[in-house]
């Protein structure tokens, strides 16, 4: 079988290093980008949610948003009928800095595409989210303390 996971990560690693070097100049810390742009992209959202679309545990979402929180990009809000649900929301700062993430991602998209014809970007895209879907059966399995046979 062929290695693709291997392939992805090593796409996933390379984009992610690109990513923490040219955003340090924001004073965003290793991949810190990924929940400021689903905060900016889904303003109310709740931290286990968020957590949850970047598939990381509750730990590690927690610690990256206290990170945010503290360096201005997003603050915590309290629901208006439940106190005890803290809602996320960028600030001015986050905002701004989001363009500044989408330019580079739309950048690595092109770099990462390129020679390929729309079809066939297509085609990747439709895959990708399938492989994504599988992946995530085991992710949910996993984290709900379960052990996959191998």
């Not at 603050?75 to 809602?87: C, F, G, S, V, Y």
Request: proline residues 1%.
């Amino acid at each position: 079988m062929k290695e693709i996971l291997r392939e992805i990560g090593m796409i996933a690693r390379a984009l992610d290093s690109i990513s923490n070097i040219e955003f340090k100049e924001f004073d965003l810390a290793k991949g810190q980008y990924l929940y400021l742009v689903r905060v900016v992209e889904n303003p109310g959202i709740i931290q286990e949610k968020l957590a949850e679309m970047i598939k990381v545990d509750r730990t590690t979402a927690a610690r990256a948003i206290k990170k945010l929180e503290i360096n201005g990009f997003i603050e915590k809000r309290n629901d208006k009928q439940n106190q005890k649900i803290k809602k996320l929301f960028p600030t001015e700062k986050g905002k701004e800095v989001y363009h500044s993430i989408i330019k580079e991602n739309d950048h690595s998209n092109m770099v990462a595409l390129a020679g390929f014809s729309e079809s066939e970007i297509e085609t990747i895209y439709h895959l990708l989210q399938r492989v994504r879907k599988n992946v995530e059966i085991d992710w949910e399995y996993v984290k709900k303390g379960n052990t996959r046979d191998y």
